[in-house]
T-cell receptor, first 112, second 115 residues
């Protein structure tokens, strides 16, 4: 079955440093989504990427979808303490319905 | 427009009891997904339902677990004869009917603790 791997599992940064998490799928995806989960909270949708090579930005966050639509990355510039949480990628395969396969997530800690 | 609602938010059960978790999707959403999350782990897909239909239950354990989404009322995830290993956060998500609008909106989750 489809597998989505995400690295690193943990990332500790000093406030102001950059952060990147990477996501790799075993199969070609029709789209990929990114979610953020604060400690004790629930996953919150950030963005969806659909096109090969797509790049989208949300303020300090930059999302990329690989040319082969099998990998993706999330980059945060100049992290802030409010960025703390777990970032998940979730890939949708080629089936006709919306089942998502989630990566294991990257737990980001930002030290002030 | 209310978001996805789940109740209870916290549930404590003793081994052998039954747990019933409820999920009301966002208004206008007809797709419901259930996920399980262990501490510091990812979200594991359990089941995908539409009204009165189970579309994909490939992530559901074969025994003790069942899910339904009736024509009226919330979706229910039912765990019979709970064991300690069932302790986890259970999240429900919903998405709209339209293909291409597949973003999933998550509820606050039910934290199940089995003593």
């Amino acid at each position: 079955g489809q597998q989505v791997m995400q690295i690193p599992q943990y990332q500790h940064v000093q406030e102001g440093e950059d952060f990147t998490t990477y996501c790799n799928s075993s199969t070609t995806l029709s789209n990929i989504q990114w979610y953020k989960q604060r400690p004790g909270g629930h996953p919150v949708f950030l963005i969806q990427l659909v096109k090969s090579g797509e790049v989208k930005k949300q303020k300090r966050l930059t999302f990329q979808f690989g040319e082969a639509k099998k990998n993706s990355s999330l980059h945060i510039t100049a992290t802030q303490t409010t960025d703390v949480g777990t970032y998940f990628c979730a890939g949708k395969g080629g089936t006709s319905y919306g089942k998502l396969t989630f990566g294991q997530g990257t737990i980001l800690t930002v030290h002030p | 427009n209310a978001g996805v609602m789940q109740n209870p938010r916290h549930l404590v059960r003793r081994r052998g009891q039954e747990a019933r978790l409820r999920c009301s999707p966002m208004k206008g959403h007809s797709h419901v997904y259930w996920y399980r999350q262990l501490p510091e782990e990812g979200l594991k897909f359990m089941v995908y339902l539409q009204k009165e239909n189970i579309i994909d239950e490939s992530g559901m354990p074969k025994e003790r677990f069942s899910a339904e989404f009736p024509k009226e009322g919330p979706s229910i995830l039912r765990i019979q004869q709970v064991v300690r290993g069932d302790s986890a956060a259970y999240f429900c998500a919903s998405s709209p009917l339209d293909r291409g609008q597949e973003t999933q909106y998550f509820g606050p989750g039910t934290r199940l603790l089995v003593l």
